[in-house]
């Protein structure tokens, strides 16, 4: 009995042990979870309350950009050539829609929303992210713009939105200089990124493209503002908070002068072409002209492909811009340089006299080449054979000389370089050299790569394997008439901040000067002022001029005749004909203006090209419009814009080209 209550006593001890261990495990794990609830409100409330403020605002408050106007292009005398206009436009968001085709449905409802919107809608979809806005219908009417607004609430992911839109007032007139704007394509997008350009292109749909409106990107598209918005749980604006205003993009001035622009169009009627005119003195491209242009607003919204498809087809290519990218042989315009590295090598003085018969044979072959005139022109010095442009004074002055004495004179000028002009995609034309030769036909072996005697015949006229754009060609007649000082030509004259006003020339220094005697340059100037006049291959065109003038008349072969073969142009299918060049500078003691004209297919130079250049600088340098056309201009008619005064000392500000 006594040995049953002992144990028993024994089992009550244990269970209080054992129950008295449970509440203190049970104390503990209270006490650290106390601990931990206090660690973790110490943690949410002191050390990350920053972080979670920042959020709780965010939830609240949202980031709105705020648009800034792209800049202005004005023309050197301040006529407005890209501007900015408001429109409504019908923009959907994929992402909060649930069936987009039942959507756009019953959009067609309310306003016309034709297949090419239909396109273009697509186009967007397919590049685009879901919760990206996409736009449906551009350019919307008040009426429309209404009509919307007032069923907005049938349809979630569909907003009406007021936009700016850049418009182009002379269109084909100045799409090959200014360029145009279109929507951010992923690979920009990416670009934008890599460059930290991402927050000032929030909200921002739009970037140059081409052109003046690529180059000068930065400046013309101006700094994002932002607004600070209130939302509630629904996400509907209550109030504003706080406005950064934007900055809108600076005012370019060009030099070039649009009402010379427009009458080069005219003259030009329906030919195809280009024309570059630069003021010798600063580099600064007084007209910039290639026929045929094309509408740029057609690429803001994305293009058709109907409408892209007949661009690109088009045999005239109106989307090559044939000023900076267009190679031609330059034909006889190659003589006045062909002269100056003649006269720098020595192989002739300026009164040497030579021969300049109706026939060259080739030294050691039969192959002949003929002159324009097949009588030739007797004996002349270097002067008499640029104005009367005998080929075969210039065939044998060619071979004397050979290709070594040619290219490094030549390439002085700019011939066969890229001008560095203030525009994307320009190229480099060829100035033929052995070097180049090798290069040009490596794949071709040897034999092809090996420099011929022969090769270099055909480039003392301008032809064979020369070829060069008109930009250079305009660029070379300004070295040429400024005396050898070489600028760099430029299209945009000034920037004007819209900040401040103050107005900030480009570096119109000179790059450098050739290193040729004076004499030289006032002899073959001399020999390019008797083109002009009575003899002279464009004596015709030179009647009647009340300042002195000089140039050079080409003819520039497409298509290889037959030796002994006479040159018919009816023949000939029209892409086949000669070229028509003119360059020419005036007046020619102090000139003011340089051009290049090429009329492709237009036969020779004093023909077509020449008739172009001497009414352009009537107009430029006496005010005088040509007649046949003067109804038909629209630039006296067009409205100036005044940019904002400069400050005192802006007109010696100086910012480098881009």
Known sequence: MAREKLTSLKNLRSEENQFQLRLVV?????????????GRFIWLQVVQYQHFTTLAQNNRISLVPILPNRGLILDRNGVVLAQNYSSYTLELTPSKIDNMDATIEQLKQLVDITPRDMKRFRKFQEDAKDFET??????????EAARLAANMWRFPGVEVKARLFRDYPFKELTSHALGYIGRINPKEKQQLEDDDKTTNYRGTTYIGKTGIEAVYEDQLHGQVGFEEVETDSGGRAIRSLKRTPPVNGNTLKLALDIRLQEIADQLFGDRRGALVAIDPNDGGVLAFLSKPG???????DGIDSQTWTSLNTDWHKPLVNRALRGIYPPGSTFKPFMAMAALESGIIK????????????LPGSSHQFRDADKKGHGMVNLQKAITVSSDTF???????MGIDRIAPVVGQFGLGSKTGIDLDGELTGVLPSKAWKARRFAKLGPAAQKWLPGDVVSIGIGQGYNSYTPLQMANATATMANDGKLFTPHLVESIVDVKT?????VNTSPTHQLPFPQTYFDYIKQGMAGVLKPGGTAGAIG????????????????VAIKQGAKYNAASLAEQNRDHSWFIAFAPVDHPKIAIAVIVENGGWGAGAAAPIARQLFDFYLTGRVPPAIADSLKTATLPIVQAPAPAKKA??????NP
């Open 394 to 400: 210039f065939y044998k002055l060619a071979w004397d």
């Open 651 to 656: 007109a010696s500000d100086e910012v480098a």
């Open 26 to 38: 049970a104390y503990a794990f209270m006490l650290l979870m106390f601990v931990l609830l206090v």
């Open 543 to 558: 009647a009647g001029l009340t300042y002195t003038m000089a140039g050079k008349t080409g003819t520039a072969q497409v």
């Open 350 to 361: 300026m009164d040497d006299i030579r021969a300049a018969p109706g026939l060259f044979v």
């Open 134 to 143: 996409l736009p449906l219908k551009v350019k919307l009417t008040d009426e």
């Open 294 to 300: 094309f509408d740029p607003t057609l690429f803001i």
């Open 501 to 505: 006003g103050r107005e900030s020339r």
